[in-house]
């Protein structure tokens, strides 16, 4: 019997503790998990021609607190959620990766050569060959491999898909070349390390962390190569709230976009370094404000409003976990509340100023506002200027919450979540 044949008979229809771990007690979602390993398996072997194979899983995550603090070495309040990457893969015994993700072409890494190509920027191919230079660079085997990818973390959806991509990577190097001795948030490092330096992107370390490691967590950076991961002891089920992830669409990839998406740890740090310090977490709000007359002549007001909004989202991220851990939801809800104006009003990463005509982020607050306001709460998620929203909803509003935003952004834009246990790992059933 082939290993395709062992692993199809261990997921029995989705039956397994294994899959419920992941993805929850509902048989139909249990047999759809199912069906989606089984077919991926068969086009491995199409594919690759190879049935001895493993299988992985890589989670999206949930920003729940601390918007945009990760990049000035803040802190972060996150959960890995049940929509995942998943892979079946296998050491080829080459210097080569060859990866087919469903719905796009297949694509090779040459490991033989792991300089820097800018031409690549932005590429998977680009993220593979950083993770694989750096992994390498920290002493782990490295090695060829084939993989088929299949995504269930919506692309530009704010649930961190390249990060749950990249750690995913990660965890199948780690586990097919070094027996999975690399821990979850070295993992994390290197993914973002990899999107930093090999894909271009000044992305913080947040959806990495959340992505590899699991579960409801806080993160603090404030020494970011060994940033400090507790887990949060919190029942969300027990507090009758849905989480509901609304993709509102917008965000755009031209180079002006990007530029004002970049533009916030920029501007964050340009505070920072008039006051003779790399990031915002070396400085405190009282210095800024006693040096803001000098300071805003060389930065301007955005960044200082930007700052601004970093004290306090920063502060806020651990008030909430008291809150969280005190059983204080309605204190929670509160923060998460006052986190999404500060979002709006300070951080200005709602809509960029090239497309100002769209709003599809304000347009959801706004509607989540009306339908919400004294009984849930809601906010942007991840880095804005379109993508998603999150709200927090009492299950007696979810139905007119989900159809008031459908009703605007189509049928399947409100995904409900839960935060999942398990972060990047190999599925052994």
Not at 90 to 98: C, L, Q, T
Not at 222 to 234: G, H, L, N, S, Y
Not at 386 to 396: K, L
Request: charged content about 25%.
């Amino acid at each position: 019997m082939t290993q395709i044949k062992v692993l199809e008979e261990k997921i029995n229809g989705g039956n397994n503790p294994v899959f419920q771990e992941l993805y929850g007690s509902d048989t139909a979602v249990l047999a759809t998990q199912a069906e989606r390993y089984s077919d991926l398996m068969a086009e491995f072997e199409k594919t690759f021609g190879n049935s001895d194979v493993d299988l992985f899983s890589s989670p999206g995550r949930t920003e729940i607190g601390g918007n945009h603090t990760d990049h000035n070495y803040g802190r972060v309040l996150a959960g890995a959620v049940n929509l995942d990457n998943i892979a079946v893969a296998a050491a080829n015994g080459s210097n080569v990766v060859s990866i087919k993700s469903v719905g796009y072409p297949e694509f090779k890494v040459d490991l033989s050569n792991m300089e820097i190509d800018e031409s690549k920027f932005y590429t998977s191919e680009a993220l593979i060959k950083g993770i694989c230079a750096k992994m390498k660079a920290n002493g782990y085997e490295i090695g060829g491999f084939d993989a088929c990818i299949e995504g269930r973390v919506p692309k530009g959806s704010g649930l961190s898909s390249s990060a749950s991509f990249e750690v995913l990577i990660g965890t199948i190097i780690n586990e097919l070349f070094n027996n999975g001795k690399m821990s979850a948030v070295e993992n994390a490092i290197i993914g973002q390390w990899s999107e930093n330096n090999y894909f271009g992107k000044p992305c913080g370390l947040m959806d990495q962390t959340a992505c590899s490691v699991g579960g409801l967590i806080t993160i603090d950076f404030k020494d970011p190569a060994k940033p400090i991961v507790k887990e949060v002891d919190f029942d969300f089920v027990s507090t009758g709230f849905a989480l509901v992830i609304t993709d509102v669409g917008g965000g755009h990839e031209d180079a002006a976009s990007q530029a004002e998406y970049a533009s916030l740890p920029t501007e964050m740090k340009s505070v920072a370094a008039e006051l003779g310090a790399n990031v915002l977490r070396e400085v405190s709000l009282e210095k800024v404000i006693e040096k803001m007359p000098e300071i805003r002549k060389k930065t301007g007001d955005r960044a200082l409003l930007r700052a601004y909004h970093f004290f306090g989202d920063n502060q806020r991220v651990a008030d909430q976990v008291a809150a969280l851990e005190n059983n204080d939801f309605d204190a929670f809800l509160k923060m998460v509340i006052e986190s999404g104006y500060s979002s709006y009003m300070y951080n200005q990463n709602i809509f960029d100023v090239v497309h100002k005509d769209e709003q599809v982020v304000s347009l959801a607050l706004a509607l989540s506002e009306m339908v919400l306001k004294g009984s849930g709460a809601w906010r942007v998620h991840g880095g804005g200027f379109g993508g998603t929203i999150q709200a927090f909803v009492p299950q007696e509003k979810l139905d007119e919450y989900v159809n008031t935003l459908e009703h605007v952004y189509g049928k399947g834009a409100c995904h409900k979540l839960f935060i999942r246990s398990k972060g990047s790992v190999k599925v052994d059933l």
